[in-house]
């Protein structure tokens, strides 16, 4: 499975995310560290607290929660895709 980390430098990833937030997380390589959405949840919560109330049911913004796991849906589309492409060849 491709990482996080390849996927954030992506054109896919730049049309997925907010562009504060994609020049922030590649800038700090923050995406190299990244293996779970509950990580991306966590590097975006600390770096944009304000959009992370304590009812998670208003969590919205750019870099909020539903923003992440957009992004995180994207992520898994792209390698899912790379790994079918990658049985098809074989």
Request: proline share 2%; net charge positive.
């Given at each position: 499975?491709?990482?996080?980390?390849?996927?954030i430098?992506?054109?896919?990833a730049r049309?997925?995310?907010d562009?504060?937030?994609?020049?922030?997380?590649?800038?700090?390589?923050?995406?190299?560290?990244?293996?779970?959405?509950n990580?991306?949840?966590k590097?975006?919560?600390?770096?944009?607290?304000?959009?992370?109330?304590?009812?998670?049911?208003?969590?919205?913004?750019p870099?909020?929660?539903e923003?992440?796991?957009?992004?995180?849906?994207?992520?898994?589309?792209?390698?899912?895709?790379?790994?079918?492409?990658?049985?098809?060849?074989?």
């Open positions: 499975m491709r990482t996080f980390g390849e996927f430098k992506t054109e896919a049309q997925s995310c562009s504060q937030f994609h020049e922030r997380i590649t800038s700090t390589g923050g995406g190299e560290t990244i293996t779970t959405q990580e991306l949840v590097f975006a919560r600390e770096r944009w607290p304000t959009q992370y109330p304590a009812d998670i049911r208003k969590s919205t913004g870099c909020g929660r923003a992440m796991a957009r992004l995180w849906a994207a992520y898994l589309g792209w390698s899912e895709t790379a790994m079918t492409e990658k049985t098809a060849k074989k």
